[in-house]
């Protein structure tokens, strides 16, 4: 009897190990020379510029690749194309995706990435005339709204003012040209979307030229995570503390408590990372407050404010796991 435990304790454990062979993911990221990252180009998230890709996720990449391979380390960051860019998923082509979860379970990636924290929240939300009198979702009913035709966002604006017993006009479209042509030209007098599609909307002015403003409160938020090949959990408990210190080094240092640098006590070179990951992070591409800024917030074309991306105790939806 003693033996056949014995077997199968054996047994087990050889299942539940790691190939001891097995090339770990970080060590192939070191042999290749460069970190690889993909996400869905979206605005300001992730977009292709003269200069190459930029935005929230490519600098978060960049954060990653500063951790693992140094200040002088590399990455190459691609737009998703799915199902198209499906047999790069598969084979592991990328070392840290952007993905949100109806992506992953609409694309069969449930068993081949595994989800970390959240990278952003994506949300729900409308947008009107910047004199409108519209000022909450209260003050839709009645009015026509442009939408895109049965997507996730109609769905779930239809759900909250259904709620809210609120009725509206309807317009649906198929493309994105003629949604933005009915409202630049007010046929519809709100337009209900992705906040980062609505960012992108409000830019393009039409023969009106009139500016825009997107309505405080959200339809829905939904985040969108940064994931990893299943498989290596080193290296996605790695890229999850890069991540967990982007947002806890906002904090900032006082003599109750440590920020910046020290945010984050936990030793990561175990992990693989440098021992001055922290240090090279807020060096070469700062705290999450900085990226946002950058490229969504104040210091970008967007002005879009952090809402559900803030921290916690600023009324967002971020906490790192530390004590605040």
Known sequence: ??????????????????????????????????????????PG????????????????????????????????????????????????????????EPEIVENGLGGKVAPGPAAFFESYAVMVEKNSAVKTLDDLAGIRVCLHEADAATQAFEERLAQKGASFVPMAFQEDIELLDAYNSRHCQAVASEATDLIDLRQRKGVNHFDSRILPDRIAVFPVVAATPIGDPQWSTAVTWVVHFLHAAERPQTKWRAGGAAAIGVDATALGLEKSWRENILSSVGDYGAIYARNLGDKSPFNLPRGANAPWSAGGLFAPPTAE
């Open 45 to 100: 998230l992730a977009s292709l510029s003269q200069s190459g890709w930029k935005g929230l996720y490519p600098d978060i990449c960049h954060a990653v690749t500063v951790a693992t391979l140094g200040p002088d380390g590399k990455f190459a960051f691609e737009g998703l194309d799915l199902p198209k860019d499906g047999k790069a998923l598969d084979a592991g082509a990328y070392d840290v995706l952007f993905l949100t």
């Open 1 to 42: 009897m003693l033996t056949r435990y014995c077997a199968l304790f054996l047994l087990a454990g050889a299942v539940a190990a790691p190939n001891a062979g097995a090339q770990s993911r970080l060590d192939e990221i070191k042999a290749r020379g460069r970190l690889t990252c993909a996400a869905l180009p979206r």
